[in-house]
């Protein structure tokens, strides 16, 4: 039985022209208005964001109406290619500070740490008991981390005291279910939020438009594409109806760059897909994990 998304938006395109497939550069002040008042409607939609995102934060900052309704996420600048760092509790606070400047905000819902190796880095410790005193100070309601795999997801366990953890899902990217990983977190008094339901949009696009780096996979999204067809699905209905399908998820964080696609995606996010989802994981890192494609 799939149930109802939650669908959360990924505001990356909002300050850089982001994602594989992206024809658009950035996506264009009206459009974000007319994104951000249908999602304000719907009530509860997380709003992905980071400083790390251009002007992302500056953007959605101009843009939100007082009162509104959205959990925002945010997240810390990078702390482990850094050796300068002589106070992280400072660094981490005025990080936050900047971001709420930038957003206009007085709280964030969320905070995460945004690149895993920090939160086993050198200043692990420091770092999430800075998450932990913003949290107290009543600037952040939630603290988390942004992960890219299995070993990430350890220091969550280990850890014990984040509330949200963001993670990448999707048909072509099982890595996190085969683990069972991702079931260790269902249930878990944490929300999970999973991003990467599109592959940075590699999943809709249409695969003789893809670089030849991909052509290892071509096999596979043809499959995944004709069951779909088969099944009277587009792929973007399969896709959300993947990730409707693993009760651990609560949010799902998707990229959009206009309000058409987001009309797409909402009105999509509900039907049923009954596919054989276990047909189309692809285990090889290179193919599935962005951090390892080359600059397309
Ligand atoms: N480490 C981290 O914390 C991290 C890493 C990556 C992403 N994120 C977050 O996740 C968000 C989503 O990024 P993602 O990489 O996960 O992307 P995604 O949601 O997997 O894919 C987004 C892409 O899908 C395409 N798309 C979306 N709706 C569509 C529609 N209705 N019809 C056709 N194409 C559509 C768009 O491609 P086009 O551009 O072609 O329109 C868009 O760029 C980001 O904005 C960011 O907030 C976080």
Redesign the pocket.
């Known amino acids: 039985m799939t149930k109802d998304l939650k669908i959360g938006?990924?505001?990356?395109?909002?300050g850089t022209p982001?994602?594989?497939?992206?024809?658009?550069g950035i996506t264009p002040p009206d459009e974000i208005a007319r994104i951000l008042s249908r999602a304000d409607e719907l009530g509860d939609v997380v709003l992905?964001?980071?400083p790390a995102?251009g002007d992302s934060e500056r953007v959605l900052g101009q843009a939100l109406t007082p009162g509104h309704s959205f959990r925002i996420v945010t997240?810390t600048p990078v702390f482990h290619t850094r050796t300068d760092i002589t106070d992280i509790g400072a660094a981490v606070a005025d990080g936050l500070d900047e971001s709420l400047r930038d957003l206009r905000q007085n709280e964030v819902h969320g905070l995460?740490i945004?690149?895993p190796e920090d939160a086993s880095g050198p200043y692990a410790d420091e770092l999430i008991e800075a998450l932990m005193r913003l949290k107290e100070q009543g600037k952040v309601r939630k603290i988390g981390i942004?992960?890219?795999g299995d070993d990430d997801l350890d220091v969550v366990a280990k850890t014990g005291t984040f509330d949200i953890v963001?993670l990448?899902l999707?048909v072509l990217d099982r890595r996190l279910i085969d683990s069972g990983r991702l079931d260790a977190l269902n249930g878990a008094d944490m929300e999970v939020h999973a991003?990467?339901?599109?592959?940075?949009?590699?999943?809709?696009?249409a695969p003789e438009k893809l670089s030849a780096y991909f052509s290892p996979l071509l096999p596979v999204l043809q499959h995944f594409r004709d069951d779909a067809d088969t099944a009277g699905l587009t792929p973007?209905q399969a896709a959300l109806g993947f990730i409707a399908g693993q009760p651990a998820i609560d949010d799902v964080?998707?990229?959009?760059?206009?309000f058409?696609?987001?009309?797409?995606?909402l009105s999509?996010a509900t039907d049923d897909a009954e596919l054989d989802y276990t047909l189309y994981g692809c285990h090889d890192d290179r193919m599935v994990d962005?951090r390892q494609w080359p600059a397309i």
């Open positions: 938006i990924g505001t990356v395109q909002f982001y994602g594989i497939a992206n024809g658009g992905d964001t980071a995102y997240k995460l945004h690149h942004s992960v890219y963001q990448p999707n991003r990467s339901i599109f592959l940075q949009g590699l999943l809709l696009m973007l964080i998707i990229g959009i760059d206009s058409d696609h987001y009309q797409e995606i999509a962005p």
